[in-house]
């Protein structure tokens, strides 16, 4: 089954501390993944995608097979970091698998 | 690029009436998917087309709903007759093909159903 999984629907932390969003994914071949934030009420964004192995606004993400995961990860959080993050995961039909969703709380 | 475009990007209208709701990809693109956003459901998958042919309609909630691409600039989602329950927000999405393409979605409709 294909299947994303994201296990904390709300984290909250406060400004400077590090913060890790985790995902697993549950996927037969060859994964594709991707990070997704969602300001209040506006559009999912592109944060990360797996292949790119980049760093975006300070986060970072490493696919680890062995353990299906894809964490996303920034060492000092931000106020502007509050948001709706989301995993998720291409199949080879180009649909987006996405997990529930993770709010992030970044407190002053 | 102007990115996906929708409209209108909110629509209150009273239950019972056809709504319609409309999506221009980003030029290239050659996939596109419907997703709705509740808080009790989070995002659903639609319905998602290739090439202006639809490909999986298995998350169309009912017959009310339907779907059509007419061509690679243009989509509907249309509801009728319209009920409460459908209010959400209604976002379109586009992507090229090949891998590790990523999804790139528009701002959204606020539907609201009185």
């Known amino acids: 089954a294909q299947r994303v999984t994201q296990p904390e629907k709300l984290l909250s932390v406060f400004k400077g501390a590090p913060v890790e969003l985790k995902c697993n994914y549950s996927?037969?071949?060859?994964?594709?993944l991707f990070w997704y934030v969602q300001y209040s009420r506006q559009r999912l964004q592109l944060l990360l995608r797996h292949i790119s192995r980049e760093s975006i606004k300070g986060f970072t993400a490493d696919l680890n097979k062995g353990e299906t995961s894809f964490h996303l990860k920034k060492p000092f959080a931000q106020e502007e970091d509050s948001a709706m993050y989301y995993c998720a995961l291409s199949n080879q039909g180009g649909k987006l698998i996405f997990g529930q969703g993770t709010e992030l709380s970044v407190k002053p | 690029d102007a990115g996906v475009i929708q409209s209108p990007r909110h629509e209150v209208t009273e239950m019972g009436q056809e709504v319609t709701l409309r999506c221009k990809p980003i030029?290239?693109?050659?996939?596109l998917f419907w997703y709705r956003q509740t808080m009790m459901r989070g995002l659903e998958l639609l319905i998602y087309f290739n090439n202006n042919v639809p490909i999986d309609d298995s998350g169309m909630p009912e017959d009310r709903f339907s779907a059509k691409m007419p061509n690679a600039s243009f989509s509907t989602l249309k509801i009728q007759p319209s009920e409460p329950r459908d209010s959400a927000v209604y976002f379109c999405?586009?992507?090229?093909?090949?891998?590790?393409?990523?999804?790139?979605f528009g701002d959204g409709t606020r539907l609201s159903i009185l």
């Open positions: 999405a586009s992507r090229p093909t090949g891998r590790h393409q990523p999804q790139h």
């Open positions: 996927y037969s071949g060859s994964p594709e």
């Open positions: 030029s290239g693109h050659d996939y």
